[in-house]
């Protein structure tokens, strides 16, 4: 076998890989620097869509950790990017945050609830009930459904907190109409991601914390993937999976090296 090519381009999860519960991980700054300083083009992605590129530029920021507004690829702009490819210029009925309407709404989509093209279904802290019985009726209506991602929990200071997934899962019962998710671990995101970098498969990385989502995805799209220890999977936990990552290491800062 040929020796692998150099790694040119870098993608990375944001939650247990650079950050955890609000503050950054030991290493974090140390591999964006040396990102920054090698100019290999990098992209930090996250699975949730409440919060627009520049909100998540500032929360980094205040916790001392450096990423351009541009190096950031959330759930949200991939589902945006992918509906403009489906139905440019369409119109949808959003549940979700500005992370996901502002997207939408640059994309060139309208806002509506009158026989919308689509129901987005996103990242929120506020489902209501009277949102979620809209979106289910205009499914039965004839919406197609999309979801930003299948995270079924996703971490707050309090503790885990229902995500995307389960109140997709919610809607599927009520109209028997699953939904399109965009987010990982569709490799669809993975390669919008490449193609905002220029990037080419073979020479690209994915550093990622979860076995079913980040390695997967990166794995999928023809990625070398790497699996740090400071998130949700464990190191007891990689055998059970069919598939495995090129590498695992204890956290970030062991990757410093590899840039």
Do not use: C
């Not at 289910?136 to 459904?145: C, E, Q, Y």
Request: glycine share 8%.
């Amino acid at each position: 076998m040929s020796e692998p090519k150099p790694i040119e381009s870098w993608l990375t999860d944001m939650d247990g890989v650079l950050v955890h519960e609000g503050k950054p991980i030991p290493g974090a700054e140390d591999f964006l620097r040396t990102l920054r300083e090698s100019g290999k083009p990098f992209l930090v992605l996250t699975n949730n869509s409440m919060y627009t590129p520049r909100d998540l530029h500032a929360r980094l920021a205040d916790m001392g950790l450096d990423v351009p507004i541009e190096s950031i690829w959330t759930s949200a702009l991939a589902t945006a990017k992918f509906l403009t490819g489906q139905r440019p210029g369409g119109t949808a009925y959003v549940l979700g945050e500005s992370g996901l309407t502002t997207a939408l709404h640059e994309a060139g989509y309208i806002l509506t609830e009158r026989e919308p093209d689509y129901v987005v279904l996103g990242e929120t802290r506020t489902y209501s009930f009277e949102a979620i019985t809209k979106a289910i009726r205009l499914i039965v209506d004839g919406a197609r459904f999309i979801a930003t991602n299948p995270d079924n929990t996703g971490p707050s200071e309090e503790g885990v907190l229902p995500a995307t997934g389960s109140v997709a899962a919610l809607i599927t019962e009520a109209t028997g109409v699953e939904p399109y998710f965009v987010g990982k671990p569709n490799p669809l995101m993975m390669r919008e991601a490449l193609n905002t970098l220029s990037a080419h498969s073979e020479t690209t990385a994915m550093i990622g914390d979860r076995m079913d989502t980040d390695v997967v995805a990166g794995m999928e799209a023809g990625l070398r993937t790497f699996l740090v220890l400071t998130g949700t999977t464990t190191r007891e936990q990689v055998d059970r999976f069919p598939y495995r990552p090129t590498k695992v290491v204890e956290s970030i800062a062991d990757v410093v090296a590899m840039v």
